[in-house]
């Protein structure tokens, strides 16, 4: 059984999708291995049109702790080849006509199983970006302001260590939050990007009782842009976007709200997920993936 998550074009890292082979290979170590008849699909948004070419080779797709997400959804055929034992949230449990019960929560919420946060906190705040706006902007703006900044293209452990290090963190990128919360981490959501999909925090947010209000501000860069370019009109231009990201970003950790699901829901939400990762294991060793 192969794991099956997305991976970057250009081969940079993504904490969100990198979380899957460092939780998986702990929770499930006996179950995966390079056999791609068997896709494992975790987590991401990951139940697309584009699902079934990325998984061409398997003949059996386990669906557990993803989402619906970017593509083309309502191309989402479902057939005999789908177990899906739990999903991200509620929505991706509508608009895939599954029990609404299967919307349990991300995958991702496993960290607390296999990850202690018991370190000292280092900074009052902390941004996490976006992984398309990721880079020396943020940073030099987090910096100026005294708070901590995460890179979503760090090492898995990086990211872990800089969250568990924080007492609010103000992200773009939405396994931030997501391990934030698994972990304790009081967080507030932003937004800089048109692009980022309000459907998949939405999706999440229901399953432990939040409801998904960003905070926009400008952006500093086009994802798009060429980063190389560095013009003294360019220069010029990120230094007043800086500034206006910088006063921005201290408004919303100011004077915005934090967000942390209940205690007892996100521990009732993990025991869940065990329950469903144990039938999936037992089902393992029934042969049903053979």
Partial sequence: MKLSYYKLPNGERNFGDNLNPWIWDQLIPDVLDNDESVAFVGIGSLINDGLPYRTRHASKRVIFGTGVGYGKTTEVKLDESYRIYCLRGSLSAKALGVEEDLGVTDGAVLIRRVYQNNVKKNYRFSYIPHYELAGKGW???CKELGFGYIDPRWTVEEVLSAISK???????????AIVADALRVPWIPVATNSTILSFKWQDWCSSIGVEYKPNYIERLQNPKEKQDLLTPIRLVRDKIRQRKASQALKQVAMNQPSYLSKDSRIETLTQQLEEKLHLFQQDVKKGLFV
């Fill in 139 to 141: 940073e030099n703006v």
């Fill in 166 to 176: 924080t007492e609010v963190l103000l992200c773009e990128a939405m396994h931030g």
